[in-house]
Each structure stands twice: as structure tokens, then as C-alpha cells.
């Protein structure tokens, strides 16, 4: 009895990259990070454009204007810190 030949020869297949792999994330830092950039993507933005509802809080279009104005000033400083590293370098 002879053996056949495999038809599973490394000819025939060459070695193909492990497209199954998945590019983890090298530390926990930057898996925290990956998943921080969109609150900073919000963050920032926030931050950038919170400053066009202080005009009519402060001319008096919106009602209770303190209150109001006390919880825009809160909202916008919690905006700086969570976009305060957006894009940096």
C-alpha cells in the first residue's frame, strides 16, 4: 500500500495573514483613552459653543435667569474639563 500525496502541501497554500487577529489596545491607559476621545470630541465642542446661550440668559429672554445661569456656568465648566485634551498633541 502506498500513501497518497497530501493535497494539503504548503505549496499549494502559502502562508496567508491571521486576519482574526485584533489589534488590542497595548495598556489599560489606552483602552481608557480610546474610549474617553468621544466624551472629549463632546467636550470640547460643548465648551466652544455653551458661551452663544450666555447672551439671552444675561439680557433677560430666558425666565429665571439665576438659576438658569448658575446651572450654564456649571454645565460649561464640566464641558472644559471633559474636552480639555481633545486633539492635543
Do not use: C, K
Not at 10 to 33: I, N, T
Not at 43 to 48: D, I
Request: hydrophobic share 50%; proline share 10%.
Amino acid at each position: 500500500m502506498s500513501n497518497a500525496p497530501s493535497t494539503l502541501d504548503g505549496e499549494q497554500f502559502p502562508e496567508l495573514p491571521d486576519d482574526s487577529a485584533v489589534d488590542l489596545p497595548a495598556s489599560p491607559a489606552d483602552a481608557l483613552g480610546s474610549i474617553a476621545t468621544p466624551f472629549e470630541f463632546v467636550g470640547f465642542w460643548s465648551a466652544v459653543a455653551l458661551p452663544l446661550a450666555y447672551v439671552p440668559v444675561l439680557s433677560g429672554a430666558v425666565p429665571s435667569g439665576r438659576s438658569t445661569l448658575a446651572v450654564l456656568v456649571a454645565v460649561h465648566a464640566l464641558a472644559l474639563l471633559a474636552g480639555h485634551d481633545y486633539r492635543r498633541d
